[in-house]
């Protein structure tokens, strides 16, 4: 079984978390941007990841809630009580998307990415995210201090969302919401200058212990 994957992507680290949450055996290959393996563009309509192969059970995935869904299914016992993101969370992610995408993007060069691995990517990742912020990425990257308070205001609001509490405190299993949280909040550990709430940190880095997802620099876990 393979899962092809950006470590940058969201959706992607949703399903890797689940991995390691449940400990599934999987060969996760990071391909690089533009370069789509050929044997999968023969046979899917996109070229997004993830996408999951598992050719023993003649199953070829690409949507990621399809993905979680068929993973928490493997071994007849399911980890998540639901496969679908609440409402609440999804409203919340919808909301942030703007701002992690202009911190973010912009800093992604600066992170050894896999999926920025060769030249031709960056270039290719340079265009493609410029043309989407609609802007290029050092007018972005000085944005930050702008959008800074905006983020944090939404990570306070997040503590009431998916009850960071009660997950620390062993009060409640992880959710979908939670892995949907943690890929996002993942991300924003790019950004040096962010002081994440104390509880949403001790919450970040417990996600990444269970699930064995590195954060990125400035903001790994202590120890």
Known sequence: MKLYAFNSCPFSVR??????????????????VGDFPKHLQQQLTGTTVPVLEDPANGILLQDSADI???????????LLQDHNPGEVITCWLSNMKPNTALLCYPRMQEMNLPELATTQARVHFNNMISDRLGMPLPQALALTGDILPHVNQQLQELLAIIDVPAYLQNRRP?????????????????????CFPELI??????????????LFSGNRPPG
């Open 15 to 32: 399903v890797i978390a689940l991995l390691g949450l449940k400990n599934i055996p999987c060969e996760i290959t990071y391909i690089t």
């Open 68 to 78: 979680i869904r068929y993973l928490d299914s493997l071994n007849g016992h399911p």
């Open 174 to 194: 992880v959710s979908i919401d939670d892995l949907c949280a943690f890929a996002e909040l993942r991300n924003l550990t790019m950004v040096e200058t962010l």
């Open 201 to 214: 940190s001790a919450y970040l880095h417990k996600m990444a212990e269970a699930t064995g997802i590195h």
